[in-house]
């Protein structure tokens, strides 16, 4: 075959750049691909959320992590320098809320009629666990006289998996 011919099955290996862990207030991580090796390239990131833009000498910078404080949906731009190529990427990217963090109070000794436990956070899913096993997946749990003991423990959660949760335990 002639010399010009390419194999299209192969993964692109041109510049571009992933991402990793989109939870507010959790670094999330960002992997660059190179211009063209072995020339160090020069990577410039602006992360969309008016931070400044972090630049680093020639071959550093290739993979970086930042923290977004609030949930949303940035454009991430990521300027790639040689000697040889000037190329900017951009990609919008989604952070997704982490829960607050959970305050249970623990659970009184004494004997009452109805204690109900609240995870006291808003999320778009939620997971109760008595003693390590599933109890309920409400905001809310009831517990009756002398049939509630054990240990207790939440999970509010957001995202399509639940990636982004915060825990409390009682």
Known sequence: LPNFVQNFTEPSTGPGFTYADTCSNQATNFQASPLCDP?????????GDGSAPMTGMPGQNQQV???????????VSLRLQNKCKDTTITQRITIIATP??????????????????DAGVEAEQYLWLRDGRPLARTKTITLQPN?????YQV???NGIEG??????RA
Do not use: E
């Open 155 to 157: 999970f509010a959660a």
């Open 39 to 47: 020339i160090k390239d020069t990577y410039t990131w602006n992360f």
């Open 147 to 151: 049939g509630g003991s054990g240990t």
């Open 65 to 75: 992590q930042h923290t977004y404080r609030m949930p949303g949906t940035y454009s």
């Open 163 to 168: 990636q982004c949760f915060s825990t409390g």
């Open 100 to 117: 607050d963090p959970i305050k249970l109070r623990n659970i009184p000794d004494t004997c009452v009629p109805v204690l109900v436990l």
